[in-house]
């Protein structure tokens, strides 16, 4: 990391360490204290001595209210926002057709061989593969993988990288070293390689596929998590906290954390994104999911030496993956947008 | 700043030793043998365990890693048993036409994206933010093997205005060579464009924010000044850290777009020597992309670190 | 050994077979090349059966072909070499055609499977079918300059056949057949092979079709790049790993055309190497290639309609295993019934159409298949019928339907297969689970125990994918006896395998036809495996292309090709 003496504030904290790709956290001074008075109001219920409870109540009420009227700021933000909207419309949309399209579509593994490669008509909108299969009702049935390795892919990544970057952020020093050292190894193999060993060793199913991805983007996670951390660690109510002898444990998890929300969400939405691109990437090398699934991914590589004779068996399953994948953005984007007002 | 490089290079020694010794591991548990990756499926199993002791492949493991590190480390390479060639000049060269395709990529996509990350910064919410930030996102979640394969069939079959490969006839001048690559690197441009456009944008809107900024606005200096002066500079911040870090996957994860061009780069290298149990093209190639890698974001932080002191000094 | 006298013998029998109208005089023909007749004595054969006399000369010109032209450099398109090249050990396309530039063989098949001389120029067996005597082809030399003699046959056979680092292929095929001293030098022309055992198919083991069985100086020691020595119409002059090959022509070279003109007419080839198929046909539709060896149906569909290109396509008999494993369940206690239910559960044309666009051969599940190795008796077709699927399944004791897993690789069109497969058997209440893996790991098997371990040969069903073998015989030798070590069936029956022996030990043509018959009606009652097709080869090639043979895939035999100019 760069060692810059530089004590005042580069666009990214403190500390010169902050270079990742998480949005800054909170430049709205007004939701700083906003949040930091919702956090000391909560404290102060549990200094010692004098039975305060009335003004206690008081002040836990004070701290709620200040926390609801934070959350519904930032909603009507969000649901004033185009970008973000768009993009959840369209999350929405596949999660739908995830869910019921079985139900509305043909079916998508009905083979024909007798009207293979089929071009658009009335019978199949999307036109039929080369096993004859309805292309409209495999796009549609395809989000349905998608939609479950990438969300539960983020959270593992999430969980195992909040963890990591947690633990090194906040205590620093030789565990801090020794971790971002790990780190650094990890993140200089090629990702093909680690997929390749990764899927290797634990098999094959979307199981599997999920903890991959999960740990293939914990070390880039944990390096955000971590970032975020050492921004929050030398503020006051950390300070506070550490004085009062709390665990550390107890100030990671309770007093920190919650203020980092935000970039760990945005972190989130950007790796989502990627889950489902990389899922896509690792189908397509032959990693994975097994026929007869819709998987866009898995379609797009079977399907593209057809590309020529009947692109639209590779055009549509690529534009659903990318409108997902673009959606996901556009929700980072207004979220990103809405938190940096 | 020579504690810095020193430092870094220092760090670098284990930083390799732990990755290769965690790709000889891991390769132990890919499913075959290179015996058996060499012979097919038909030998059997006498020739093929023949094979592997002939190779030196069934002793243990610590035996292995230690002669193949000691050779390694004194310059010797080996010899990679499936191709029977000599490891160093093979992935030197692979290495080297991936430098080659990433570096005329970059510089196809690095100044386009600073430029359109700058300007959607100062433009701040406009209309045109909004459209370039939208478009260079959604390119970057086009997988290659999709561009790819469109642009291919666009360009090279239906226009013929580009060659169907990624590599030119030997021996042909730089500019020839050049030309060849514009197809594959444009499957990469999607990839970074939107990235690198963000970054650029994320440092401008933050530069933009800071009071001395607005003073210097206030004092009359012309717009254009501020924004070559200070703006640009502090943009580079995050972008140049970007892009040291994309420098590394862009060397090595370029199998797909080798697949598709045919271009004999790293990234099919390591993917083939990891699925072939080559063990020394293996660690040799992933060990290259490591160093690469690890170059590239030390060079990015000495440009941070060159950058930031105007940046204290500006105004 | 009587060789004129059998000649004679032999020869009028095959003559009374098809006088008697039960042979065809296209498969007079490949029989008696199979016995060694020279084209002349065969031809002078075809006339004693009267009736038209077909044209055996392989002139361009008798085939409607343009004149050949000399010069020019042919541009090939392929996948690299999986490894280093040595003949002895390669078992992928691209080791093969580049090697088989360079390199010949005894015998090479035709693309109807006869057999043509190369370097052997005639061969006969004796009595018993147990010692085939061969005669070489004089006055022919290495490209380094050393003549070709018995020695080299004889070295090469036995480095093949070394139980320590031989070949596994060359030894699958002579598997009980040939053995390590099998093989003497009589005189520097002839070669005696003693097999351990007769078997009538004896000389296809010896030609192209056992691809690594080419001829290498006795002077190999397994540096094939470095010394690629050999006799054939061309000579390795630079080799660029994983990239490129280019060859020129070889000024020694024995091969003459039926003018005299000497061979080969090109100046030289190039091997280009690249592995994915689309970039393949991109390739070759932009024009930057001359000629794809081997076309891959599958998104071929656009070289079959380009104007500038012509393809080729031959009978093939590459096939799609589609093995039952006898010893495990649900196949072990359902047996013949239930094996035979899911073959009536496909619809064999419908799969042709989605995986071939229709080109290939359907199969009846049985390796005695007239289209393709003619002269094999007719078998009873099978065609899609789920009343009979599901009456058999019942009798197998599964009249509520049944879940099956079927196991393949990611690779090729097997995938495809796999989903055709499991949709056709959902009607008969069969529910098919796809286990794909990686075709790494399909292979892949433990040091200690490979054939007791490995996916293709232990999982209950599978899909193998095979290369052509030139007769049936073959096939089943390599997949059907009790003894194969690669029968992913392991199907043991008796009576096929002692019938087996009877029809490789003898020549008379009408107890061999009996027999295949019997052999093909046991393969189709059992059903151990089910072969729904039979792959078309084809090649695709610019227009002004002409005259390599080999019937595509991997037998690319460009020593009398050439290019014209328009």
Known sequence: MAEVPDDRPTPFGPDPDLREESMQLGADPEMIELRAEAASGRRDLELPGGDHKGEALEADAAATAEQKRQRRYLIKALLRSPTFMVGLIIVLFWVFMALFSTFITQSPTHTDPNISLAAPSPAHWFGTDDLGRDVFARTMAGARTVLIIAPLATILALLWGGIIGLIAGFWRGITDEIIMRLIDVLLALPIIITSILILSLLGKGTAIIIVAIGALFTPVVSRTVRAAVIGEREREYVMAARLRGERSAFVMVREILPNITQPIIVEGTIRLGYAVFTAATLSFLGFGLAPPSPDWGLTISVERVFLQIAP?????????????????????????????? | MLRLIGRRLLLMVPTLILASLLIFALAEVLPGNVGRSILGQYATPQDVAALNHKLGADRPLVVRYATWAGNFVTGDWGESPVLKVPVRPYVMAALWNSLILAGFALILIVPTSIVLGVFSG??????LDRVITVSTLSMTVIPEFVSGVVLLYVFAVWLKWLPVTALAPEGAPIYERLYYLILP???????ELGYIARMARVGTVQVLAMPYIRTAVLKGVPRSRVVFGHVLRNAMVPTVTVIGSQVGWLIGGLV???????????GKVMVESALN???????ASVLMVAVVYMFANLVADIVVALLNPRIRKGG | MASAKYEREYGQHLVDEVLKGKMTRRQLLVRASVFGFSMTAAGSLLAACGGTSTDTSSSPSATGMPAPVMGGTLKLIGPAPITDPDPVTIYDQGGIVLVSQFLEYLINLNDDNSLKPVL?????????????TFKLRAGVTFNDGSPFEAEDVVTTMERLLDPNGGSGGAKSQWGGVLSPKGTKAVDATTVEFNLDKPYADFPYTVSNGNYNSAILPRSYNGDILKKPVGTGAYILDTYVNKQKATFKKNPTYWGKDDAG???????????????DNSAQNLQLQSGAVDCQPQTVFQGAQALFSDPNLRVDIYPGTGIREVAFNQTKEPWKTGGANLCQAVAYCLDRPAINKALYDGRSNLGSDTFWEPTVFPGSPTPPARAQDYDKAKQLLSDAGHAGGLDIELTVAKYLENPQLAQLIQDQCKPAGINVKINQMSYTEFYAGSDADYYGTTPWIVAPMTIVEWGSRPSPGIYAAAMLLPDAVWSSSHWDNKDFASTFDEYESTADEAKRSELATKLSTLQQTDTPIMLPFFISQARAQKKNVYNIKGPGSIYCDCSAAYMTTA
């Open chain 2, 185 to 191: 690197a444009i499957p990469l441009m999607f990839l």
């Open chain 1, 312 to 341: 639209w068996t590779v055009l549509f399953p690529a534009a659903a993956l990318a409108s997902l994948v673009v959606a996901v953005n556009l929700i980072t984007d207004g979220l990103g947008r809405t938190f940096s007002k």
């Open chain 2, 277 to 283: 149990h080559d063990v020394p093209v293996l660690e």
């Open chain 2, 122 to 127: 100062l433009r701040r919410d406009s209309a």
């Open chain 3, 261 to 275: 003109q000497q061979l080969p007419y090109l100046d030289g080839l190039e091997y280009i190497m690249v592995e």
């Open chain 3, 120 to 132: 052997a120029e005639s061969w006969t067996p004796n009595d018993t079918l147990d010692v085939w």
């Open chain 2, 256 to 266: 797909v777009v080798e697949t598709l061009f045919s271009y004999p780069g790293i």
